[in-house]
């Protein structure tokens, strides 16, 4: 079967500190890979897709950027963090082969406190 | 691009009664309208799907509408329960239909 790990689950880093937030899939191949974000009270704002390994899709302009240097492997990371990057951090894989036309599974996420 | 609207924002009922959820969409190109319930400090969990090419589809007491015509879909749950309290996602296809968007999500709350 299909399993989603996403790790570190809690994480409080300071203004300016750099990030990276890992996720893996196992049991699949050639996963679509997404990271969304859940600000608190708020709805689930993509950031970046990738339908295969090291295409990166992104959604909105930030400081963050994604890699995904193995096929079941996708990363998140900054170089130095904002305030307004706090929140619950989530990965997702899909089995839609470049489509999305599939069910979603979402990793437990990561809570983030930029202080 | 896609932009998925959900209302409305909070939902309280009694136990027992029907709860309505509804979103629209922008990209009429989209063809594939899941619905996820998340609960308190969790990740969301798919709980009902519905493609283009049905206008209705029931799970149990949970059940989706969709009308492409107007671009809009509905979750309905009836007999709700306490344990139906949490907060649930639409969601529809963004342009190129690699990415779901999601909506802003609503809050049921089911009192018994």
């Known amino acids: 079967s299909q399993t989603i790990h996403q790790w570190p689950a809690t994480l409080v880093q300071p203004v300016g500190s750099p990030l990276s937030l890992e996720c893996t899939v196992e049991?699949?191949?050639?996963?679509?890979l997404y990271w969304y974000r859940q600000a608190a009270g708020r709805g689930l704002q993509l950031l970046f897709y990738s339908v295969g390994i090291g295409q990166i899709s992104s959604e909105v302009p930030q400081n963050l950027s994604a890699s995904r240097p193995q096929d079941r492997q996708f990363i998140l990371s900054s170089k130095k963090l904002l305030l307004s990057d706090s929140g619950f951090y989530l990965c997702a894989w899909g089995s839609g082969t470049g489509s999305a036309n599939s069910p979603l599974h979402f990793g437990n996420g990561t809570r983030l406190t930029v202080t | 691009g896609e932009n998925v609207e959900q209302h409305p924002s909070t939902l309280s009922v009694q136990e027992g009664d029907s709860a309505v959820i509804k979103c629209t969409y922008s990209d009429s190109a989209s063809n594939y309208f899941p619905w996820y319930k998340q609960e308190l400090g969790k990740r969301p969990q798919l709980i009902i799907d519905i493609r283009s090419n049905v206008g209705e589809k029931k799970d149990q007491r949970i059940a989706v509408t969709l009308n492409k015509t107007a671009k809009h879909f509905s979750l309905h749950i009836t007999e709700t329960q306490p344990e139906d309290s949490a907060v649930y996602f639409c969601?529809?296809?963004?342009?190129?239909?690699?990415?779901?968007?999601f909506g802003k999500g609503t809050t049921l709350s089911v009192s018994s």
């Open positions: 969601a529809a296809l963004n342009q190129a239909g690699t990415a779901l968007i």
């Open positions: 049991g699949t191949s050639n996963p679509n």
